[in-house]
């Protein structure tokens, strides 16, 4: 699709685009909406075949913010921002870090009303470099003034969303012999899994990178699973943390566990693939709700001020809103997709 059509199609407040001429760069920031405060999300840099394809990442996923932070019930709305790069620069090089402070300036231009964080191909470094040039950047190392890497306190939240889960499942939430597959052994799959086996969970791991799988079946005894074989596998809970869409049409008659709870953003190749999963009899957590942990991290230790023991409650928390998700969708016969929508909705409407 043009840009035109993207654009008038799309429901948010404002996009920013800027070309960066030294690199052929685009850089495009999507404010989706500020109606319960700035727009935040992550900056994702990333190689793209064609600049559309880049805005159409900033639009649906600055949107998909906008849900998040609300479930979350953060004083903040929806962004999302990517660097559309010819050739993603290698980290520490001189390119990458000119390239972040031209971008930093465009960001503080805004004055606040995007406020960045790490996304895809981003991290901790990169945000203390941002740091530079923009004070509305979150995620940057402890040492610079942030508040880290908030991949420990997403994993801690999807725990807290699995057990939830396996109640609705199951009747109980404990994980005593559950059988769990992680898929993804990153920042978030691989302490999950740590979780997971102190809860004495029975664990399946699937990585591409064959080292991470390996070093979890030393350490944690866990079951390894080939990449390509993670769908059919059989298992209680399926916890996708690595990429998205991996739940579509194609992919749902193949799934042979009860419960979907991870997470990965995006797991939903289309709207209709979350009523494919209720009629398949499979409970999914929606995953812009048991992922929050990220957001609940950086806006409370950096925005809100809130203490280790404030984040600890507000992440349990996220298995709280699962379960009132859950109850809606039941009561109401809708998938839990849908439930999380209207939750999100009403809670943007209440400030309005
Ligand atoms: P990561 O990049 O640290 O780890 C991803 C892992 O998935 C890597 O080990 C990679 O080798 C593996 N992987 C990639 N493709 C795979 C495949 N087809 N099969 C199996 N493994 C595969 O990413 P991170 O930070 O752990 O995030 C995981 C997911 O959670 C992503 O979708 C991310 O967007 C989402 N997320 C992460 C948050 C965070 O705080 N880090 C917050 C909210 C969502």
């Given amino acids: 699709m043009a840009f035109e059509e993207l654009l008038s199609s799309w429901d948010g407040e404002e996009v920013i685009v800027r070309y960066d001429g030294p690199t052929g760069s685009w850089m495009l920031i999507g404010v989706h909406s500020t109606v319960r405060g700035p727009a935040m999300g992550g900056t994702r840099l990333n190689a793209y075949a064609r600049p559309e394809e880049a805005l159409d990442d900033v639009l649906r996923l600055s949107a998909a913010m906008t849900v998040k932070q609300a479930v979350a019930d953060l004083p903040y709305g929806g962004g999302k921002a990517v660097v559309a790069v010819p050739e993603v620069p290698a980290r520490a090089s001189d390119a990458r870090r000119d390239l972040l402070l031209r971008y930093a300036e465009l960001v503080d231009s805004l004055h606040g009303t995007y406020v960045t964080a790490a996304d895809m191909n981003t991290g901790e470094a990169d945000m203390d470099t941002i740091g530079e040039r923009t004070s509305h950047v979150l995620g940057r190392s402890r040492d610079a003034g942030g508040s880290g890497d908030p991949g420990a306190s997403t994993a801690v939240g999807v725990f807290h969303g699995i057990r939830a889960s396996v109640a609705q499942a199951f009747g109980s939430d404990d994980l005593q012999g559950r059988s769990v597959l992680v898929q ?27 080292d991470r799988v390996g070093s979890l079946v030393d350490r944690l005894g866990a079951k390894p699973v080939e990449a390509d074989e993670v769908m059919g596998m059989p298992c209680d809970v399926f916890a996708p943390c690595a990429t998205g869409g991996v739940l579509t049409g194609d992919t749902i008659p193949s799934l042979g566990c009860r419960v979907v709870a991870g997470a990965a953003n995006n797991q939903l190749g289309a709207r209709e693939d979350a009523d494919r999963l209720r009629d398949a009899g499979i409970l999914y957590a929606p995953d812009y709700v048991i992922n929050a942990g990220g957001v609940i991290h950086l806006a409370g230790f950096e925005t809100l001020g809130w203490d280790e023991a404030r984040v600890s409650e507000r992440l349990e928390g996220i298995g709280d809103t699962l379960r009132e998700v859950f109850g809606g969708a039941e009561r109401d016969g809708i998938s839990t997709a849908a439930a999380a929508d209207r939750l999100a909705a009403a809670r943007i409407s209440a400030v309005t």
């Fill in 184 to 210: 993804g052994l990153g920042s978030v799959g691989s302490r999950l899994a740590e979780h997971l086996h102190d809860a004495g969970a029975e664990l399946l791991v699937a990585d591409t990178d064959h």
